[in-house]
Nanobody
């Protein structure tokens, strides 16, 4: 599967952005999806993940209550709604996919994902 992330940009603190990640192929509904981010000089960290069924989600501690992940299997797209953005959210954001037979599992570790899109840059000004 090939992944194409979009939607990044410059936003003021307190603002919102919605990232999208479009997947190629006809088996999107067989993939667990996730979002990670990497700030300059830092490790890539887990942001959010969603199961194939979309009924299960998980979030990194720093974004809980502010970010929401969703997916539209008919459109082969996963979204990341980011609200109440802070300067520390500034990073390159990456979407990732992992094939699984489970409808409920959510993956949070970078090593569990097999496919990665290119990053989309998010900059939050203070």
């Amino acid at each position: 599967v090939q992944l194409q992330a979009s939607g990044g940009g410059l936003v003021q603190a307190g603002g919102s952005l919605r990232l999208s990640c479009a997947a190629s192929g006809r088996t999107f509904s067989s993939y667990v999806m996730g979002w990670f981010r990497q700030a300059p000089g830092k490790e890539r960290e887990f942001v959010a993940g969603i199961s194939i069924s979309a009924r299960n989600t998980d979030y990194g501690d720093s974004v809980k209550g502010r970010f929401g992940i969703s997916r539209d299997n008919a459109k082969n797209t996963v979204y990341l709604q980011m609200n109440s953005l802070k300067p520390e959210d500034t990073a390159d954001y990456f979407c990732a996919a992992a094939r699984t037979s489970s409808l409920r599992v959510v993956l949070t570790a970078r090593r569990e994902y097999d496919y990665w899109g290119q990053g989309t840059q998010v900059t939050v000004s203070s």
